[in-house]
Nanobody, 123 residues
């Protein structure tokens, strides 16, 4: 059974940075495309970034392009989300997710989810 555990969230001022981490256990990490999603209060869960099994072809939501970087370390079964130049509108619970199909942006395309980590950006 696949388990995902996120860490690295917190409170940061606008313009600051955070790095989120997510560790996968239970199955071979390299089987999975890894994605980051976020959900703000009263809003639907939305795509943030994804990276394929080999650490290539990252894709980003337009709202985070140029500020966030997704990466993975297959030796550590870990995917990262480096978030720079944070804005108050980035405030949300951030989730990592694992899926089998590359290039998918919808939450329903991901089979496994972490518990989420809160990111709060103050103005």
């Amino acid at each position: 059974q696949v388990q995902l555990v996120e860490s690295g969230g917190g409170l940061v001022q606008a313009g600051g940075s955070l790095r989120l981490s997510c560790v996968l256990s239970g199955r071979a990490f390299t089987n999975y495309v890894m994605g980051w999603f976020r959900q703000a209060p009263g809003k639907e869960r939305e795509f943030v970034a994804l990276i394929n099994q080999w650490g290539r072809s990252p894709r980003y939501a337009e709202s985070v392009e140029g500020r966030f970087t997704i990466s993975r370390d297959n030796a550590k079964n870990t995917v990262y989300l480096q978030m720079n130049s944070l804005k108050p509108e980035d405030t949300a619970v951030y989730y990592c997710a694992a899926g089998l199909l590359n290039g998918k942006l919808a939450p329903n395309d991901y089979a496994y989810w972490g518990q989420g980590t809160q990111v709060t950006v103050s103005a």
